[in-house]
């Protein structure tokens, strides 16, 4: 067992995939020289040289098709995008055609091609460069989009998307890349994970907290502070956006009855709407409170760090949601209520 | 010689084929800038200087075959046989064929929705063509692309596109893996002129020019993106000249002239492969008809129509080989019955196919399936308590 951080952890699959198979190779901006605007490439273009780490000019419609056409032929590219807010920018390329490819020619050829992208707010970038636009692409049939929320998980999921036949939209967080944890083994031996499957990270029998990516892990604390208070909260990490696990979810709500699902994007049909109406149809007879949503407000993000701090989902938020859903359970009393 | 910024060789002197080519042009109908199939053109030869009698019946029958092929989609389409939209290579059949004569058939091409003709003069048979059209299990695609999306690995013809400029930056990409793995095939990417302007377009040419990538790109000028002319959408109209800007190679050709084009197209892949470096090509090649098949093309004027009759490449190079003894018009005819009936069997053959079974809805979402992902139709219930 080692305890590295979620960079590290992307550093070293990345670095394993490639010694793996020589049809892995990495392009984006700022990747090579630069060793990646958040250092997750750091020794890589030393290491494999400018044919296997290509810096790109800043196209980002044009690299990350040309990334795709790659595909087609066999190759297996991994992008990184500086940030989700510019992919915004690929976003033809990614939907139109990425996602697309396989369907539209009858299943001829297919684009294994992995987009690797950091999101999230907190460091005070301002509106155009904080936001999570995941919704985006999680709405679209033939991408995949999966959103570790641990350096392990992000290990395994890394593999498993650089294996997978399909386009993978790989969401990271800025708020996640120096966070540790441990890999249950050295990152060459660990197990792909599986994409389209969901994890219960924590078993619990009172409340289903859902979250994925920073949410999974804040779920997570807040279920530890439930714990404290003689609440079971289950955790429910959604890891792939889609394909999405609504069976782990809809079993989750009917084992607790009640559930808060937690996303770091806005909240007009968003991902936790999307959840929610999974829980409504398949869990409806089992639930004794609402399913509440804990999201961003709806605004551009602004830079002041008291209004984006207020603007972000929190712990707090989270726990007064799970608290006043327990609430109206009968399983917390009212005086324990904050 | 204004028309090429390749450097000395490639260019001709100047309008030496402006034979009929010029006669045929749109020139007097107010579109002054542009340009007339065969003006100011380094093609350097009237149709067939450059081809013995053989290849040049060959050129004619595969450019006869896509008009028939297309005149009869036309057809099955106020049938109602075909749905969707249906843009047809009419007026572009010497480019088409000039063009796919330039590459092997290890070479890789990407084109835009206007596919049908390419697809056939890279080795699809006119069946696997038209029951695409149709929308049948045969068809090219399987009946999941129409006609805007065919694709067959073992043609290398990777795809049409329907999204105006998608298709570039993919082929920049299949260029960039050509590279990668060693070989020496080509990447073509076919577009037309109003997709000159699209950032796409540019992005890749830069990298394409940034990173030495073994990719033609061509622009098929027919003058028009639907009704908007070049001269109304891009800024310098004389589209080649682009290249410039990337450090490529680029050069202008008559497109009604299936031997000027496949010599220049020749030049172009030759560069590329054997230099790896891109190159962009222009064709000068008027569509006869509308956009697609339901557009009556009510942007042009009567001359205009009448100057595209004479523009016709179809009749440029019947008349050129029956002129010079290579086709007699009695084989023409016999060539015409031939071609004819060949499209009228891919007609059939499409016609008899079968629909895609139902069944097979969610068999292409993922190459890589998802075990428990949700496969339901709307009507279907999610959860069964
Ligand atoms: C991005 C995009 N914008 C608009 C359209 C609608 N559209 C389809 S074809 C076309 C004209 C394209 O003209 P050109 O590139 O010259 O090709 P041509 O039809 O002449 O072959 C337009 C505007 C589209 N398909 N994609």
Same mark, same amino acid.
């Given at each position: 067992?080692?305890?590295?951080? !979620?960079?590290?952890?992307?550093?070293?699959?990345?670095? +394993?995939?490639?010694?793996?198979?020589?049809?892995?190779?990495?392009?984006?901006?700022?990747?090579?020289?630069?060793?990646?605007?958040?250092?997750?490439?750091?020794?890589?273009?030393?290491?494999?040289?400018?044919?296997?780490?290509? %810096?790109?000019?800043? =196209?980002?419609?044009?690299?990350?098709?040309?990334?795709?056409?790659?595909?087609?032929?066999?190759?297996?590219?991994?992008?990184?995008?500086?940030?989700?807010?510019?992919?915004?920018?690929?976003?033809?390329?990614?939907?139109?055609?990425?996602?697309?490819? !396989?369907?539209?020619?009858? &299943?001829?050829?297919?684009?294994?091609?992995?987009?690797?992208?950091? &999101?999230?707010? &907190?460091?005070?970038?301002?509106?155009?460069?904080?936001?999570?636009?995941?919704?985006?692409? @999680?709405?679209?049939?033939?991408?995949?989009?999966?959103?570790?929320?641990?350096?392990?998980?992000a290990?395994?999921?890394?593999?498993?998307?650089?294996? %997978? %036949?399909?386009p993978?939209?790989?969401?990271?967080?800025?708020?996640?890349?120096?966070?540790?944890?441990?890999?249950?083994?050295?990152?060459? %031996?660990?197990?792909?994970?599986?994409?389209?499957? *969901?994890?219960v990270?924590?078993?619990?029998?009172?409340?289903?907290?859902?979250?994925?990516?920073?949410?999974?892990?804040? +779920?997570a604390?807040?279920?530890?502070?439930?714990?404290?208070? &003689?609440?079971?909260?289950?955790?429910?990490d959604?890891r792939?956006?889609?394909?999405?696990?609504?069976?782990?979810?809809?079993?989750?709500?009917?084992?607790?009855?009640?559930a808060?699902?937690?996303?770091?994007?806005?909240?007009?049909?968003?991902?936790?709407?999307e959840?929610?109406?999974?829980?409504?149809?398949?869990?409806?007879?089992?639930l004794? *409170?609402?399913?509440?949503?804990?999201?961003?407000?709806?605004?551009?993000l602004?830079?002041?760090?008291?209004?984006?701090?207020? =603007?972000?989902?929190?712990?707090? @938020?989270?726990?007064?949601?799970?608290r006043?859903?327990?609430?109206?359970t009968?399983?917390? +009393?009212?005086?324990?209520?904050? | 010689?204004?028309e090429?910024?390749?450097?000395?060789?490639?260019?001709?002197?100047?309008?030496?084929?402006?034979?009929?080519?010029?006669?045929?042009?749109?020139?007097?109908?107010?579109?002054?800038?542009?340009?007339?199939?065969?003006?100011d053109?380094?093609?350097?030869?009237?149709?067939?200087?450059?081809?013995?009698a053989?290849t040049?019946?060959?050129y004619? /029958?595969?450019?006869?075959?896509?008009?028939r092929?297309?005149?009869?989609?036309?057809?099955a389409?106020?049938?109602?046989?075909?749905?969707?939209?249906?843009?047809?290579?009419?007026?572009?059949e010497?480019?088409?064929?000039? #063009?796919?004569?330039?590459?092997?058939?290890?070479?890789?091409?990407?084109?835009?929705y206007r596919?049908?003709?390419?697809?056939?003069a890279?080795? $699809?048979?006119?069946?696997?063509?038209?029951?695409?059209?149709?929308?049948?299990?045969?068809?090219?695609?399987?009946?999941?692309?129409?006609?805007?999306?065919?694709?067959?690995?073992?043609? /290398?013809?990777?795809g049409?596109?329907?999204?105006?400029?998608?298709?570039?930056?993919?082929?920049?990409?299949?260029?960039?893996?050509?590279?990668?793995k060693?070989?020496?095939?080509?990447?073509?990417?076919?577009?037309?002129?109003?997709t000159?302007?699209?950032?796409?377009?540019?992005?890749?040419?830069?990298?394409?020019?940034?990173w030495?990538?073994?990719?033609?790109?061509?622009? $098929?000028?027919?003058?028009?993106?639907?009704?908007?002319?070049?001269?109304?959408?891009?800024?310098?109209?004389? #589209?080649y000249?682009r290249?410039?800007?990337?450090r490529?190679?680029?050069?202008?050709?008559?497109?009604?002239?299936?031997?000027?084009?496949?010599?220049?197209?020749?030049?172009?892949?030759?560069?590329?492969?054997?230099?790896?470096?891109?190159?962009?090509?222009?064709? $000068?090649?008027p569509? #006869?008809?509308?956009?697609?098949?339901?557009?009556?093309?009510?942007?042009?004027?009567?001359?205009?129509?009448?100057?595209?009759?004479?523009?016709?490449?179809?009749?440029? $190079?019947? #008349?050129?080989?029956?002129?010079?003894?290579?086709?007699?018009?009695?084989?023409?005819?016999?060539l015409?019955?031939?071609?004819?009936?060949?499209?009228?069997?891919a007609?059939?053959?499409?016609?008899?196919?079968?629909?895609?079974?139902?069944?097979?809805?969610?068999d292409?979402?993922?190459?890589?399936?998802?075990p428990?992902?949700?496969?339901?139709?709307?009507?279907?219930?999610?959860?069964?308590?």
């Open positions: 067992m080692a305890t590295v951080t !979620y960079r590290q952890a992307l550093r070293d699959t990345l670095r +394993a995939e490639m010694i793996r198979d020589e049809n892995v190779f990495l392009m984006g901006e700022e990747i090579g020289l630069f060793e990646g605007s958040y250092k997750i490439t750091e020794g890589l273009l030393k290491e494999f040289g400018p044919r296997r780490v290509r %810096d790109t000019p800043i =196209a980002e419609e044009g690299f990350v098709g040309a990334a795709i056409g790659a595909a087609m032929l066999g190759l297996r590219p991994v992008v990184e995008l500086m940030t989700i807010n510019f992919s915004l920018l690929a976003l033809d390329q990614i939907v139109n055609h990425a996602a697309k490819i !396989y369907g539209m020619f009858g &299943g001829q050829t297919s684009v294994p091609v992995v987009i690797r992208t950091p &999101g999230g707010g &907190g460091q005070q970038l301002g509106a155009t460069h904080s936001q999570n636009v995941e919704l985006f692409y @999680s709405f679209i049939p033939g991408l995949k989009v999966v959103a570790p929320s641990t350096p392990a998980e290990s395994a999921m890394l593999k498993a998307a650089i294996r %997978d %036949d399909d993978v939209l790989f969401l990271e967080n800025l708020a996640l890349y120096n966070t540790k944890g441990e890999l249950p083994a050295g990152v060459e %031996d660990l197990e792909p994970a599986q994409i389209g499957r *969901a994890a990270t924590r078993p619990g029998t009172d409340i289903t907290l859902i979250g994925y990516s920073r949410m999974a892990r804040v +779920a604390e807040v279920a530890e502070t439930l714990a404290a208070e &003689g609440v079971s909260a289950e955790v429910v959604l792939s956006l889609r394909p999405l696990d609504r069976a782990t979810i809809v079993e989750s709500v009917r084992g607790t009855g009640c808060v699902v937690a996303e770091d994007d806005w909240l007009t049909y968003g991902i936790g709407a959840i929610a109406a999974t829980i409504q149809e398949g869990a409806f007879d089992w004794d *409170a609402p399913v509440r949503r804990v999201a961003m407000a709806e605004v551009p602004p830079y002041a760090k008291s209004l984006e701090s207020a =603007a972000l989902p929190s712990a707090e @938020s989270l726990l007064t949601a799970a006043d859903t327990l609430r109206a009968g399983r917390l +009393a009212l005086e324990t209520a904050s | 010689m204004a090429t910024t390749r450097s000395a060789g490639t260019a001709a002197p100047a309008r030496t084929s402006r034979t009929r080519g010029a006669k045929a042009s749109g020139r007097e109908t107010g579109r002054a800038a542009t340009p007339a199939p065969g003006a053109v380094p093609a350097g030869s009237a149709s067939g200087s450059g081809a013995d053989e040049l019946i060959g004619y /029958r595969q450019m006869l075959l896509i008009r092929f297309e005149e009869r989609a036309a057809r389409y106020t049938e109602a046989k075909i749905g969707g939209y249906c843009h047809l290579n009419l007026g572009e010497a480019t088409v064929v000039g #063009l796919m004569a330039a590459l092997r058939p290890t070479d890789y091409l990407f084109t835009n596919e049908h003709g390419y697809a056939i890279k080795g $699809i048979t006119p069946d696997r063509v038209m029951a695409e059209l149709y929308g049948r299990s045969t068809g090219v695609s399987k009946g999941w692309g129409g006609s805007m999306h065919m694709f067959d690995k073992e043609a /290398r013809l990777l049409g596109y329907g999204i105006v400029g998608g298709q570039v930056p993919l082929a920049t990409g299949a260029a960039l893996a050509v590279g990668y060693g070989g020496d095939d080509v990447v073509m990417c076919q577009m037309g002129d109003g000159a302007a699209i950032g796409a377009f540019h992005e890749s040419l830069n990298i394409a020019g940034l030495d990538l073994p990719a033609v790109f061509v622009v $098929i000028n027919n003058g028009l993106g639907m009704g908007t002319t070049v001269e109304n959408s891009s800024a310098e109209p004389e #589209l000249k290249g410039a800007a990337y490529m190679e680029s050069a202008r050709v008559d497109g009604t002239d299936v031997v000027a084009v496949r010599d220049a197209a020749v030049l172009a892949v030759e560069k590329a492969r054997a230099d790896s470096r891109p190159y962009l090509l222009e064709t $000068i090649s569509r #006869l008809k509308g956009h697609s098949v339901v557009d009556p093309a009510r942007y042009r004027s009567k001359e205009e129509r009448d100057a595209l009759k004479a523009a016709d490449p179809l009749a440029r $190079i019947a #008349l050129d080989l029956a002129e010079r003894g290579i086709l007699s018009h009695d084989a023409r005819d016999a015409d019955a031939e071609v004819t009936a060949e499209v009228d069997a007609a059939a053959f499409a016609d008899g196919s079968p629909a895609p079974d139902v069944s097979t809805l969610f292409y979402t993922y190459a890589t399936p998802v428990g992902e949700l496969r339901r139709l709307p009507a279907d219930p999610v959860f069964s308590s």
